[in-house]
């Protein structure tokens, strides 16, 4: 039968993408946890250079 073969397909590319998912957070979880701390008055890296209010125009 062919829908059970591709139901089984499937679900083991639902599983794999649901272990690169893990293998990706934990990745992420260990670079976390190898950075060293931000001292007080440290511009926070994730919002470095945001210059707040209207962006300028994309030039095309």
């Known amino acids: 039968m062919q829908g059970r073969s591709t139901k ?20 992420r979880q260990r670079e976390k946890d190898t950075r060293p701390p931000r001292q007080p008055g440290d511009e926070d890296p994730d919002i470095a250079g945001i210059v707040p209010g209207p962006q300028p125009p994309l030039e095309m």
């Open 8 to 27: 089984r397909q499937k679900e083991m590319a639902r599983q794999q993408k649901q272990r690169d998912k893990d293998a990706k957070k934990a990745e």
